[in-house]
Every structure is written in C-alpha cells, then in structure tokens.
C-alpha cells in the first residue's frame, strides 16, 4: 500500500510540471513549426524573476502572476527577435533550433551576472507539511498537482471556446490559408510564444518552491519535455499531457523499485523503443494540430 | 469605376517572369474569367493580388479605392478580398463548422460572436451543405464538399470580391454543373467574382469578360466570344491542347 501511494504521488507531482513545461513546447511546434529550445530558460527566468518580485517585498500572490505576466511578454519578445525574421527560410526548424539555444544562453548568463549563483528559493504555495496514509507530503506538492489540471484545463477551454484559440488552431494547421481569412499570423505566433513562456514561468515557480533555483534549473526540465512530446507525440497538445502523467508515473516507479541511478536509462530505453515502434508518439496521429 | 484594377504587375523567379506587366480592370458586379495553359501565370497573378505568398516585384494594385501591393495578406483579407484555392485547402483539424466560423469571425472582425456563428450557418447552407454534418472534421469531407467548404469560408467573410481559382479541377460533371450554378448564386448575392479556369467551355458559360494569359503576359482581354475567336489565343491555347491530346 506504502508503495503504490508512494509511486502515484510522485507520479502525479512529477507529471504536473512535466505537463506544464511540454504544453508550453508543444504549443509553440503546433502553431509556428519550431521547437522552442529557450523553453528551459523560461522556466528559469520565471522563478528568477518572480523570487526578486518577492524579495522586493510583494505579497507571492501578486508577485507571481506578474512574474507569470513578464515572462510572458520575454516570450512574445524572444519570438519577434530570434523567430519571426527567420519564417519562410529553409532549415527553419534546425535555423531556430540554434538561435533559441543562443538566445537562452545569453538570459542564462544575464541571470547570472544580475543574481549571481547562489542559491535560492522561492515561498512555497502552500507552506506545511501533512501526510497522506504513511508518507509525509509537503502542502506545495499538493497545490501542484491540484492547480496543474486546473491550468491546463484553462488551456485547452481557451484553445477550443474562444475566438483567439480558434484562431490559434487554425494557424497551426495552414498558414496561408489563415491569413485569406484574415488572421494576423504574426500577432498569433507571438501570442503562442508568449503564452508558453507563461507556463514555463508557472512550473518555475513551481520548481522554486521545492527546490533550491540556479541559473541551470530549466535544462533537466526542457530535456524532460522533450521526451514527453517525442513519447506523447507533439502534434498536439492533449498527446503531452498525457505522456507527462505516464512519464511522470514511470519515473515514479522506476526510482521506487530500481533506484534514482537507473531511472534515467530506462525512461531513455522506453523512449526509443517508442521511436522504433511509433515514431509520431504514442497519442496522437502524423500531422500538426492543436488540440 | 473598377472595384479591382491591376496595373503593369510583375513577378520574377529568378529569370523566370512569371507575371509580366499584366494589366487589367474588373468592374464591380461581374463575373470575370482568366484563362490560360497550365504555368501561364493565372494561380502566381491571385498570389501578387491576395499578397500571399508574396508581393509584386513591380506594378500597382487597387482593390475598391485602396492601393493594396505591398499590404500583410491578412489586412488585403479585410478590405473584402477573398481567395479559394485550386486544390482544397481547409483546416482539416477543425470541424466544417469551426472553418466556416473563422473567415466569418476574422473576415469581418467587427461582427459579434453571435452574428459570426449565424453567418457561419447562412455561409455553409448556401453551398448546399447540410446542418447536421457541421460538426465533422474537413479533413473527412469528399473533395467536392471540401470545394464547397472553402467556398462557404470565403462567402462568410461578405467579401466584395472572390477570386476563384480552378474551382472545377478534379471534379465530376455533375460537380460542376453545381458549381457553375453555385458561382452564379454567389455573383447574385453581390459579390464580384473572378474566376481562373482552364475549361474553356466552364468560363464560356459564366464570364462576362475574358483575359487570356501566355507565358506571363496578357495575350487577349475583352467580351468572351470575341477573345476565343482570336488568333493568337487559338494558337496559344487551343494548339497546345491538340497537341496534348
């Protein structure tokens, strides 16, 4: 029993923010066509960015979302800097790749230089501890697992309710096409940008809650995202979602019984054989699309 | 005065002039037929006057009072300047419903969520397809009701003009008896249409006013039964074609 809770626990909290972060990913590949490799950088900034709202004094209630809001406007910034010019260039996808990389690498040490590489840490949501059955939980792991959903299920109401998803959907899947109706594609790419690097700011402060921030804190989880949208397939955004939680509960497993040591070996050997088996993810169908 | 006039426009690839110093006016109300043999230069002329791909190299463009060369394809979408294209392009991940939705909300971005769902409905009804289908996927639509989507998205936009390009290519002929009278129920609801085809007999029978293209550049324009008795376009365009055959 001690066991099962133990793995579903940590499968869910582990899930959660690797949900967060690959939905950002994959929403930016549906409607642009590019992988975002400054996604990590997000999340890092996010936390960064929302511990010195906090350190100046703000309440974590306001602090966060506006840390949410100028992450945000970094990824709509980002788009329009080292994305949008490149649109219509051949190599595109490997084009971005490289400039991503290297505008990451520049915030990543921009952080550096401004906070320095000590560590820090950010108010948990939820301070306490309590225990479910006979392991002990902190408050924050559980705030995650039950904002997570409610966040994605925003998401999704956003992309399949409203005018702007729709149009958002529409882009991802024939650009030319979207704008001989009237959508301004470039405003949507920026829009896709920037609300993916909302999320990543969200599992920033996520992350900043429970563990100490460094500058390097977003490459694990990027690394992590792309193994959920390879897994879960990328050409839409329910097909991550669910990959993150079987990630999330895989992992969860393979450190219960087999060690943190091996865990990483046997998520890669399970993404390969799924390469080989399925290589356009185990959700979802060939072809781009949100949703 | 023209709703559209096309003066002197150009488009290169390279050495390849693939729109050369093409010319033209289109009066508000008609049905205006371009012809011309495959590679003439009739689907690249719509791309220069939509803006989508690309621009002009030279040459202006006023659609209704607005010069519009040069403009975001999206902002020339808004004046009123609707396309469809020669092979069905429609969002296929979206429903028929959701498609028709966009060029109503996005066409007309001023109209209310309402107004554009009920636009939506008027749009796919007109073409003939049926209410109880609106929820399914495009990507599932025979091609023929994919023609009718496309045209349904464009019409929901209350356009000024449509440009049609090729909208009989790969159709039956009961299709395109269809067709044909749907273009011509479309032109009756106000909207001027300019149509690009490559049977003849199909543009004989619903424009009032023909250019043919070779190569690029305008070979004949004027009343159809004059243009199709002309010389050159016998030699261009019908020799070519028995020598196809």
């Not at chain 1, 990389?101 to 108010?123: D, F, M």
């Not at chain 1, 948990?124 to 959903?149: D, K, R, Y």
């Given at each position: 029993m001690g066991a099962l809770a133990e793995i579903l626990f940590g499968g869910l909290f582990q899930g959660s923010l690797y949900a967060m972060m690959a939905v950002g990913l994959a929403l930016v590949w549906t409607t642009i066509g590019v992988f975002n490799f400054s996604h990590g950088v997000f999340m890092m900034l996010g936390a960064y960015l929302a511990w010195q709202l906090v350190a100046f004094g703000l309440h974590p209630a306001i602090a966060f979302p506006l840390a949410i809001l100028a992450t945000a406007g970094v990824g709509w910034l980002l788009q329009a800097t080292v994305v949008r010019p490149l649109i219509g260039r051949a190599?595109?996808?490997?084009?971005?790749?490289?400039?991503?990389?290297?505008?990451?690498?520049?915030?990543?040490?921009?952080?550096?230089?401004?906070?320095?590489?000590?560590?820090?840490?950010?108010?948990?949501?939820?301070?306490?501890?309590?225990?479910?059955?006979?392991?002990?939980?902190?408050?924050?792991?559980?705030?995650?697992?039950?904002?997570?959903?409610?966040?994605?299920?925003?998401?999704?109401?956003?992309?399949?309710?409203t005018r702007i998803g729709l149009a958002l959907r529409a882009v991802a899947q024939n650009e030319d096409a979207s704008q001989l109706v009237g959508l301004n594609v470039t405003a949507l790419y920026g829009l896709a940008f920037a609300i993916a690097a909302a999320l990543a700011c969200i599992a920033g402060i996520f992350m900043g809650g429970y563990r100490f921030m460094s500058p390097v804190?977003?490459?694990?989880?990027?690394?992590?995202?792309?193994?959920?949208?390879?897994?879960?397939?990328?050409?839409?955004?329910?097909?991550?979602i669910f990959a993150a939680y079987l990630i999330g509960f895989f992992e969860a497993a393979c450190s219960y019984y087999f060690g943190l040591y091996w865990t990483p070996a046997l998520l890669f050997a399970v993404l390969i054989l799924t390469l080989m088996v399925r290589p356009e993810g185990i959700f979802t169908s060939r072809g781009r699309g949100l949703a | 005065?023209?709703?559209?006039?096309?003066?002197?426009?150009?488009?290169?690839?390279?050495?390849?002039?693939?729109?050369?110093?093409?010319?033209?006016?289109?009066?508000?109300?008609?049905?205006?037929?371009?012809?011309?043999?495959?590679?003439?230069?009739?689907?690249?002329?719509?791309?220069?006057?939509?803006?989508?791909?690309?621009?002009?190299?030279?040459?202006?463009?006023?659609?209704?009072?607005?010069?519009?060369?040069?403009?975001?394809?999206?902002?020339?979408?808004?004046?009123?300047?609707?396309?469809t294209f020669q092979r069905e392009t429609s969002f296929d991940g979206l429903t028929m419903f959701e498609n028709v939705l966009i060029g109503a909300s996005y066409g007309k971005p001023d109209r209310a969520a309402a107004a554009a769902r009920d636009?939506?409905?008027?749009?796919?009804?007109?073409?003939?397809?049926?209410?109880?289908?609106?929820?399914?996927?495009?990507?599932?639509?025979?091609?023929?009701?994919?023609?009718?989507?496309?045209?349904?998205?464009?019409?929901?936009?209350?356009?000024?003009?449509?440009?049609?390009?090729?909208?009989?290519?790969?159709?039956?002929?009961?299709?395109?008896?269809?067709?044909i009278g749907l273009i011509r129920r479309t032109a009756a609801r106000g909207i001027?249409?300019?149509?690009?085809?490559?049977?003849?007999?199909f543009l004989m029978s619903l424009s009032q006013h023909l250019l043919v293209l070779n190569q690029g550049r305008v070979l004949a324009a004027g009343e159809p039964a004059t243009v199709i008795a002309d010389e050159r376009v016998i030699e261009a365009y019908l020799g070519t074609r028995r020598a196809a055959a």
């Open positions: 190599n595109l996808v490997l084009v971005v790749v490289i400039t991503t990389l290297a505008a990451g690498s520049l915030i990543e040490n921009g952080v550096l230089t401004i906070w320095g590489p000590r560590s820090k840490q950010l108010p948990p949501l939820l301070a306490g501890n309590t225990m479910i059955g006979s392991i002990g939980v902190s408050l924050h792991q559980i705030a995650i697992i039950v904002v997570t959903p409610l966040i994605l299920w925003a998401l999704w109401m956003f992309l399949t309710r804190m977003g490459a694990d989880p990027l690394l992590k995202a792309l193994i959920v949208v390879v897994f879960g397939g990328i050409s839409s955004i329910s097909g991550p | 005065m023209a709703l559209l006039a096309v003066e002197g426009v150009c488009k290169a690839f390279g050495s390849l002039k693939a729109v050369d110093e093409v010319s033209f006016t289109v009066a508000p109300g008609e049905i205006f037929g371009i012809a011309g043999p495959n590679g003439s230069g009739k689907s690249t002329l719509f791309n220069l006057i939509t803006g989508i791909p690309f621009a002009p190299d030279r040459g202006r463009i006023v659609f209704d009072g607005d010069d519009i060369q040069g403009k975001p394809g999206h902002a020339i979408a808004r004046l009123g300047l609707a396309r636009a939506a409905a008027e749009a796919l009804e007109f073409v003939g397809l049926e209410s109880r289908s609106f929820g399914r996927l495009a990507g599932e639509l025979s091609v023929f009701d994919r023609k009718c989507l496309m045209l349904a998205t464009a019409i929901a936009m209350e356009p000024k003009m449509l440009l049609l390009d090729e909208p009989a290519s790969s159709l039956t002929r009961p299709e395109i008896e269809t067709s001027t249409i300019v149509l690009i085809e490559h049977v003849l007999t």
